[in-house]
């Protein structure tokens, strides 16, 4: 796994994002004095103020924590009555279910995608969050390019990949391989997909900005309030559509809650609905019959 950093936020980036944090009253929190540097560094980026040392559960300065600790980095509502910690996990849970019996290339997300024998798109999720999309399709083989603009949902990622492929190393070959074929870059995809040359192009873009109402399960719900809080509603989120587009080989996926309206108001060439969500696909060309997986 290379975690790269392309650039600085600029600075109207920087801005937005420490109104958000204001506003959604945020501190980092610090219970490991070896990661103290990493906290005040993040504290610093965002410009929030660094509590050290204390139980989240008693703190009332802030309503969410970014908690620096020995195990994980974790998104943490204060307060007695809190839910539990949101983080990136790829070693247990139900994330590590679905690459292990989760219906392989069969899943909706492989076939929006164009997954099959023979065909491994490279894929740049645009919309990275927590890297559980991005996740399953490094598992059934894809490269994957992750953007997240989030400094602190960036900071969860890379803490669970780090943990992932730590673990991996000593346990896990297969899992290590899926890690490796993961790469966070932190930046705006906007900025990020105006960048890229013809050359450069991803097979696939995959899209998952937020949307107010989502699945209804307690833990979707739990990490949602979290990430709504931090990350907002992604407002923007028409403007990604036709600029994928652009900047595509083959196609541009939207996830989209079942019932919700289309991403900017754009007919799909076709879709795929499940339970809860659904898979809006944009062609740009055809797939071909054969994409190997690294090239
Ligand atoms: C609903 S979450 C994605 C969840 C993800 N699919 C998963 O499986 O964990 C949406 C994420 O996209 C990020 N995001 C939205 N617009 C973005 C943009 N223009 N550039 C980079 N990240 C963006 C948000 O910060 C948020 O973390």
Not at 34 to 63: G, M, R, W, Y
Not at 112 to 120: C, E, L, Q, R, T
Not at 133 to 139: E, R
Request: aromatic content about 6%; charged content about 20%; glycine content about 6%.
């Amino acid at each position: 796994m290379i975690v790269s950093i392309l650039d600085k936020l600029d600075n109207a980036w920087l801005i937005i994002v420490a109104v958000i944090i204001m506003t959604n009253s945020l501190a980092v929190l610090c219970n490991y004095p070896p990661l103290l540097n990493q906290a005040e560094a993040l504290a610093l980026q965002l410009q929030i103020p660094l509590l050290v040392d204390q139980s989240a559960d008693t703190i009332d300065s802030a309503e969410f924590v970014v908690l620096i600790a020995q195990e994980s980095i974790q998104l943490q509502q204060t307060g007695r009555k809190a839910p539990g910690p949101v983080l990136a996990e790829f070693t247990e849970g139900a994330v590590d279910h679905r690459r292990k019996f989760g219906g392989g290339k069969g899943q909706m997300i492989a076939k929006a995608v164009g997954i099959k024998s023979g065909v491994y798109p490279r894929v740049l999720d645009a919309t990275a969050g927590l890297g559980k999309d991005s996740f399953v399709l490094a598992s059934l083989g894809c490269e994957v390019t992750m953007i997240e603009r989030s400094p602190v949902v960036q900071s969860l990622l890379a803490d669970g990949l780090l943990r992932a492929q730590t673990f991996a190393r000593e346990q896990d070959a297969e899992l290590l391989q899926t890690i490796n074929r993961m790469q966070l870059v932190m930046h705006d995809s906007r900025t990020y997909l105006y960048s890229l040359s013809a050359d450069q192009f991803p097979d696939v873009i995959y899209l998952d900005p937020m949307f107010p109402e989502r699945q209804k399960t307690a833990d979707v719900k739990k990490e949602m309030a979290a990430f709504h809080h931090i990350v907002g509603k992604d407002e923007d989120a028409d403007a990604l559509l036709p600029l994928a587009l652009a900047h595509v080989n083959y196609r541009v996926i939207v996830k989209r809650p079942r019932k919700a309206p289309l991403l900017n108001n754009q007919t799909p060439s076709y879709q795929l609905e499940g339970k809860s969500s659904r898979y809006d696909i944009y062609t740009v060309k055809k797939l071909p019959d054969v994409l190997p997986p690294a090239r």
